[in-house]
T-cell receptor, first 115, second 116 residues
Framework: DGGITQSPKYLFRKEGQNVTLSCEQN?????MYWYRQDPGQGLRLIYY???????QKGDIAEGYSVSREKKESFPLTVTSAQKNPTAFYLC??????????????FGAGTRLSVL | AQKVTQAQTEISVVEKEDVTLDCVYE???????LFWYKQPPSGELVFLIR??????QNEISGRYSWNFQKSTSSFNFTITASQVVDSAVYFC?????????????FGRGTSLIVHP
């Protein structure tokens, strides 16, 4: 079954700690994205990647980092510099990038809370 | 810059009522795409429909229908005879395709609650 797998489903971060959210896809998609969702805020783009070993900052990249060493994987690290990390994080992928109009496929999300 | 406005934060209806979710967009692109996604309580967004800017035909899929009007920059979504399973957050999104941003811009979402 093709899709996007995010883990863990729930994650708790201690003060000053970095945590990493996993995102894996087996759809053979080139583009991958990370979004943050807060109540009433919609989806805000953190980082996106068009191709392996390349990624770009989105609207709210401060306090986050990513890597794209494999086509299937796009992990997101929430660093200690992110002072308000409590949110629902969604990973998505799409076939490609050019000309827009690409349908995004989403994972089930990771809910991050601060202890 | 692209912008999507979903003015309705929350809508509450009783089962079998019809309900329309509004979406108004702004873009400078001449070619663009509009989307609707559904986010049920499980959290995963599910794609519902995509339209490009050259296709203003309305679309119907079962109880769902979409009304795209370029003249008013709107792409509204109607659910006929709503059911409890329709309860979810619905997002409208826009992406450019002619030199503008290919990154989709999402509205803030409309939470639909369907009561039995």
């Amino acid at each position: 079954d093709g899709g996007i797998t995010q883990s863990p489903k729930y994650l708790f971060r201690k003060e000053g700690q970095n945590v990493t959210l996993s995102c894996e896809q087996n759809l053979n998609h080139d583009a991958m994205y990370w979004y943050r969702q807060d109540p009433g805020q919609g989806l805000r783009l953190i980082y996106y990647s068009q191709i392996v070993n390349d990624f770009q900052k989105g609207d709210i990249a401060e306090g986050y980092s990513v890597s794209r060493e494999k086509k299937e994987s796009f992990p997101l690290t929430v660093t200690s510099a992110q002072k308000n990390p409590t949110a629902f994080y969604l990973c998505a992928s799409s076939i490609g990038w050019t000309r827009g109009g690409n349908i995004q496929y989403f994972g089930a999300g990771t809910r991050l809370s601060v202890l | 810059a692209q912008k999507v406005t979903q003015a309705q934060t929350e809508i509450s209806v009783v089962e079998k009522e019809d309900v329309t979710l509004d979406c108004v967009y702004e873009t400078r692109d001449t070619t663009y795409y509009l989307f609707w996604y559904k986010q049920p309580p499980s959290g995963e967004l599910v794609f519902l429909i995509r339209r490009n800017s050259f296709d203003e035909q309305n679309e119907i899929s079962g109880r769902y229908s979409w009304n795209f009007q370029k003249s008013t920059s709107s792409f509204n979504f109607t659910i006929t005879a709503s059911q409890v399973v329709d309860s979810a957050v619905y997002f409208c999104a826009l992406s450019g395709a002619s030199g503008g941003s290919y990154i989709p811009t999402f509205g803030r979402g409309t939470s639909l609650i369907v009561h039995p």
